[in-house]
């Protein structure tokens, strides 16, 4: 089935709901479904063909959501990107997908480069409002398979140049299923999506499973702390789907700050570990309970919990209905439970493999099996634990270190706001231990202070050795701290 008729489906259950409240205006489902159906009318007119790319590259708005189901309405392939990367970013993008059409705004319209046969583009003044003006709706939508390419998400490109993971229209489905039926979603309930709507958590996790439940989609054009609290607090806000930086950002602005977040009745947070003290923060200061959510852009979610069952320390949750999750060893053998390994994942939102690479497809995806790169370990009740990712391993003298045990340690420790635990390089043990903190704005700790704090938690051999004091830690465009940019940093400091 092609994603879109999702929608159809929806505005026939769901006639009397608002689909998106944006900037104080609700779309009901008969005008977004008519604003979507005259873009892929326009879309066909400039000679989109089923399995041709629509790049988006814009920011937050309810004609962005447009965008990406008419693309799938013609039986086309949506590239959703990064409004915020470089001109040279983008432009890798552009030769690699080689989209027929991409939707900018006018400020994004300069980030472009190569041969594009079509731009268009958004916001008040774009050319999108003429061009939809002028075009009858397209009633008809083109049918697809489950095995059929519906989108192509850019990886961030933490290692190397970023490749283009492919998702079938059966994942995207799958993806909304499981979610709808994880969190219980109802017409009742109100999600709000701040995040770049370019990510996989934003516009597949969140928008389309709720789409496909009657959730309204209240939706912001940007993250801001305030922004986001107040939002919850004036609309009476059910959901939020999160990543840590966005908890870390919210605790901080609200902790001399008097706001309602009453409404809220499920929290989620993934795209990085979730530390185990911010957990208890968030349910000290907000009353939530983050469900921690585990998957990758290549297959996502896999695990989580659900509402009713409490979360374990250090546990993303239990494989979802589905998906599988293995944990094996250098041999590719199972692990027992309380091992460490690469954490393997399958089920029917793992994607089709990487687009226009068929080398780094056979390499990450085998019979059926996606090769993660975390670093986890299973309980033996099935749930699971990542401690880190292959390459930030710290190996000290020959013992096996996990940052995210020590971060979890440090974030237990009254004056930090946020830390990445890292590996210098060390003549006597071949690594040492470092980590790089930001302060709460009201607070401080010396170095004896820090020690202290971790001999109470960690084998003293898991104690940094080094203690460093940023202003702000490096961020990739999901909010995930750049550790790469750090051990750059450590490696080569000139």
């Not at 020590?406 to 009254?414: F, I, K, Q, S």
Request: contains cysteine; hydrophobic residues 40%; glycine residues 8%.
């Amino acid at each position: 089935m092609n994603v879109r008729e999702l929608i159809n489906s929806a505005a026939l259950l769901y006639v009397d709901q608002p689909i998106i409240r944006f900037e104080g205006e609700a779309l009901s489902y008969a005008h977004f479904i008519d604003l979507a159906d005259r873009l892929a009318s326009a879309f066909l007119e400039k000679g989109l063909k089923p399995g041709g790319r629509v790049m988006i590259l814009a920011k937050n708005s309810p004609e962005w959501i447009a965008c990406y189901f008419a693309a799938l309405t013609c039986g086309g392939v949506a590239v959703p990107v990064n409004p915020a990367l470089t001109a040279n970013e983008v432009g890798y993008i552009v030769s690699h997908a080689a989209p027929t059409i991409v939707m900018v705004d006018t400020e994004t319209a300069d980030s472009l480069q190569g041969n594009i046969p079509h731009v268009i583009t958004l916001g008040k003044r774009g050319s999108w409002r003429d061009i939809v003006a002028s075009q009858p709706p397209l009633r008809t939508v083109v049918p697809r398979s489950d095995r059929d390419l519906a989108v192509i998400f850019y990886t961030s490109g933490t290692t190397g140049r970023p490749k283009g993971v492919m998702l079938s229209h059966g994942a995207v489905l799958a993806n909304a299923s499981i979610v709808r039926s994880l969190y219980r979603l109802s017409p009742s309930d109100r999600t709000l999506v701040t995040g770049s709507l370019s990510f996989i958590y934003s516009i597949m996790t969140n928008c389309t499973s709720a789409i496909s439940a009657g959730v309204t989609i209240h939706l912001l054009e940007r993250f801001h702390p305030e922004l986001v609290l107040r939002a919850v607090e004036a609309e009476r806000i059910t959901l939020f789907l999160g990543v840590p930086t966005m908890y870390v950002m919210m605790l901080g602005w609200a902790k001399d700050k008097s706001v309602d977040t009453a409404s809220i009745r499920l929290t989620v947070c993934s795209g990085a570990s979730l530390p185990w003290n911010l957990l208890r923060s968030v349910r000290e200061r907000f009353g939530w309970t983050l469900l921690d959510l585990w998957g990758m852009t290549e297959g996502t979610p896999i695990t989580s919990y659900a509402p009713d069952e409490e979360p374990r320390q250090d546990s993303c949750g239990h494989a979802l209905a589905g998906c599988g999750v293995r944990v094996i060893d250098t041999d590719d053998r199972d692990l027992a439970p309380g091992e460490v390994g690469e954490v393997l994942l399958s089920g029917t939102p793992v994607m089709l493999g990487y687009y226009n690479n068929p080398e780094a497809t056979a390499e990450t995806l085998r019979n059926g099996w996606v090769r993660t790169g975390d670093l986890g370990k299973l309980d033996t009740d099935g749930f699971l634990s990542i401690v880190g990712r292959k390459k930030d391993l710290i190996i000290r003298g020959g013992a096996n270190i996990y940052p995210t045990e020590v971060e979890d340690a440090l974030y237990g420790h009254p004056a930090v706001a946020e830390c990445a635990v890292i590996g210098r390089p060390d003549q006597i043990y071949g690594e040492i231990v470092e980590a790089v903190l930001v302060f709460k704005d009201d607070r401080a700790a010396t170095t004896d202070e820090l020690i202290a704090h971790c001999k109470e938690r960690l084998a003293d051999y898991k104690i940094p050795a080094i203690f460093e004091v940023v202003d702000a830690l490096p961020k990739g465009p999901t909010g995930k701290i750049l550790k790469r940019t750090l051990r750059d940093r450590v490696r080569d400091p000139a």
